[in-house]
T-cell receptor, first 112, second 113 residues
Framework: SQTIHQWPATLVQPVGSPLSLECTVEGTSNPNLYWYRQAAGRGLQLLFYSVGIGQISSEVPQNLSASRPQDRQFILSSKKLLLSDSGFYLC???????????FGQGTRLTVV | AQSVTQPDIHITVSEGASLELRCNYSYGATPYLFWYVQSPGQGLQLLLKYFSGDTLVQGIKGFEAEFKRSQSSFNLRKPSVHWSDAAEYFCAVGADSNYQLIWGAGTKLIIKP
C-alpha cells in the first residue's frame, strides 16, 4: 500500500534562517506531489505541485521554493524565513491528474 | 470564478444527533467532489469522493454525501455522530483537466456530550 512520510512534525526557526521540509511517498511511482500551507483557522492554500522529476509549478509567489530531485521525493525550501511563513505545511500526493489526494501528517512551522 | 463555499465555520451537535455539513460550489466544468476530515494537528483524510454515477455517495466512518447538480451542492451527512467525529471538515472540487483542487475554508464540528 502507499504511504506518505513528512518530517519534521514540528519546527521552530528564527527569522532569516533557512528551511528544508521533506516529503517522500512509498508504494507508488510517478505520483503527482503537492505542498500546501494551512494558516490557523483557514483552508488550504496550494503552494507547489509537481507532475514529474524536476517539474515544479508554483501557485503563489512567495519566499518559498520546491524541488523534486527524485520521483517520490518532494522538498520545500526557503533561504530566509519570514514571520509570515509560519503555518501548517502539508505534503500530499495523488495517483495522476486531479483527483483525491493523500496527505502527510503535516509540519507545524513557527518562525520566531 | 471557481469557488467552494462552506457557509458554516462552526457547527455544534449533540452526540448521537444527526449531522449535515453544507458545501456549495461554483465550477464551470463537470466537478469531481470530495470531503476530507482533519483532526487537530493532523493531515487530511479522504472521507468520500464523487466522480460520476449515483449521486448519493457512501464514505468511511459512516458518512455519506449527496451531489445535487441543480443546487450546486455536495452536503455531507451522518445519521448519528460520535464524540470522535469532532474535527474540521473540508469540501473540495476538482476536474480532470487540471491538477488542482479548489478548497472550502472548512467547518469545525464540535460534539456536545
Amino acid at each position: 500500500s502507499q504511504t506518505i512520510h513528512q518530517w519534521p512534525a514540528t519546527l521552530v526557526q528564527p527569522v532569516g534562517s533557512p528551511l528544508s521540509l521533506e516529503c517522500t511517498v512509498e508504494g507508488t511511482s510517478n505520483p503527482n506531489l503537492y505542498w500546501y500551507r494551512q494558516a490557523a483557522g483557514r483552508g488550504l492554500q496550494l503552494l507547489f505541485y509537481s507532475v514529474g522529476i524536476g517539474q515544479i509549478s508554483s501557485e503563489v509567489p512567495q519566499n518559498l521554493s520546491a524541488s523534486r530531485p527524485q520521483d517520490r521525493q518532494f522538498i520545500l525550501s526557503s533561504k530566509k524565513l519570514l514571520l509570515s511563513d509560519s503555518g501548517f505545511y502539508l505534503c500530499a500526493w495523488s495517483p495522476g491528474g486531479v483527483g483525491y489526494a493523500f496527505f502527510g501528517q503535516g509540519t507545524r512551522l513557527t518562525v520566531v | 470564478a471557481q469557488s467552494v463555499t462552506q457557509p458554516d465555520i462552526h457547527i455544534t451537535v449533540s452526540e448521537g444527533a444527526s449531522l449535515e455539513l453544507r458545501c456549495n460550489y461554483s465550477y464551470g466544468a463537470t466537478p469531481y467532489l470530495f470531503w476530507y476530515v482533519q483532526s487537530p494537528g493532523q493531515g487530511l483524510q479522504l472521507l468520500l469522493k464523487y466522480f460520476s454515477g449515483d449521486t448519493l455517495v457512501q464514505g468511511i466512518k459512516g458518512f455519506e454525501a449527496e451531489f445535487k447538480r441543480s443546487q450546486s451542492s455536495f452536503n455531507l451527512r451522518k445519521p448519528s455522530v460520535h464524540w470522535s467525529d469532532a474535527a474540521e471538515y473540508f469540501c473540495a472540487v476538482g476536474a480532470d483537466s487540471n491538477y488542482q483542487l479548489i478548497w472550502g475554508a472548512g467547518t469545525k464540528l464540535i460534539i456536545k456530550p
